[in-house]
């Protein structure tokens, strides 16, 4: 089973800047896509951004111009580049690995953006 583990969480001013990354235990080509969900207090688990194999990427439309997804095949990595922080981007968010019908998560990373 596949492990991921997701950093670069934490607080930031609005207006500012995260980068968040998600290491998995074997190749990121293993996997049809990969991507990011986050769920803020009272809310349901919303999707943000994806990355398939072939490079194509989607975004949720508010995040658009804004957040940056990628990966790093050498480093069986997965980032998710974050500028222009808004308040409402405030969540813990979760990176997810799809192969062959079955979906894994992280265990979450909180980002706060607050003055």
């Known amino acids: 089973q596949v492990q991921l583990v997701e950093s670069g969480g934490g607080l930031v001013h609005p207006g500012g800047s995260l980068r968040l990354s998600c290491a998995a235990s074997?190749?990121?080509?293993?996997?049809?896509?990969m991507g990011w969900y986050r769920q803020a207090p009272g809310e349901q688990r919303d999707f943000v951004a994806r990355?398939?194999?072939?490079?194509?990427?989607d975004y949720k439309d508010s995040v658009k111009g804004r957040f940056t997804i990628s990966g790093d095949n050498a480093k069986n990595t997965m980032y998710l580049q974050m500028n222009s922080l808004e308040a409402e981007d405030t969540a813990v968010y979760y990176c997810?690995?799809?192969?062959?019908?079955?979906?894994?998560w992280g265990q979450g990373t909180q980002v706060t953006v607050s003055s």
């Open positions: 990355i398939n194999r072939i490079g194509f990427t």
């Open positions: 997810y690995a799809a192969k062959t019908g079955n979906i894994q």
């Open positions: 074997e190749s990121i080509f293993s996997f049809s896509d």
